[in-house]
Structures are given as C-alpha cells and as structure tokens.
C-alpha cells in the first residue's frame, strides 16, 4: 500500500466495522522540516475534532530529523474513510504535504484487535 488511493478502496469495500489504524512514515526534504512540522499541527488541530477519531499522534523518527511516523486510529474504516474525504485533508493537507515529501510516504492499513 504505497499511494494514499489504495487505502480508500479497501475502507469502501470492506465488511469489517471494527476500529482500524492507520500508520504513515513521511520522508520530507530537510529544507522543509520546520514547514512540514507547522502543518502537522494544523493537521492535529483539524483532526482531533472530526467524529470517530480515537489517537492521532506526530512522532518524529530516532535516526533521522527529517523522518516522521503519523500513528492513527479510527472506530471504524467509514470514520477514516470520512476523514480522508474531508476538504481540509484533500485541499489543505496533501496540497500542501506532497510537495514537502522526499519520496513517497510508506502506510500501512490494520485491523485494531481489542
């Protein structure tokens, strides 16, 4: 799962209701770190106040400054599938993230067992 648009598919396809997690390593070029941070907290603001929301933290990597891990949990996929699909994400964030990236993000998709 390398392209943010394989994740929506599998959030509009799936029968499993349960809670899900989503986790992004971001590579962004070492020039745009600080932007990149300034968005990030926007980008927290923005989401901790959407529906279906349970965690949703910024970490930054141990071995490099210019790495960061984006750990998400949902209720349900149609809760991050509405999230994906807000006009602050699609308009705001990834407008404005793509271009900071070094190489594309790496996500990985899961089902939460509680």
């Known amino acids: 799962m390398n ?10 396809s799936t029968d499993y209701t349960g ?3 989503l986790t992004v390593k971001c590579y962004i070029r070492p020039e745009m770190v600080k932007e990149f941070k300034a968005l990030m907290k926007e ?7 959407e529906p279906g929301v349970l965690h949703f933290k910024f970490n930054s990597d141990y071995e490099s400054e210019s790495v960061f891990w984006l750990v998400e949990e949902w209720e349900s996929p149609a809760a991050l599938l509405t999230h994906l699909s ?24 899961y089902k939460i067992n509680n």
């Open 43 to 49: 980008h927290l603001e923005t989401t901790f106040k």
């Open 86 to 109: 807000t006009s602050w994400f699609r308009e705001q964030y990834l407008v404005r993230s793509i271009p900071m990236n070094l190489q594309p993000s790496q996500r990985a998709l």
């Open 3 to 12: 392209n943010i648009v394989d994740v929506p598919g599998w959030l509009k």
């Open 19 to 21: 809670p899900v997690g």
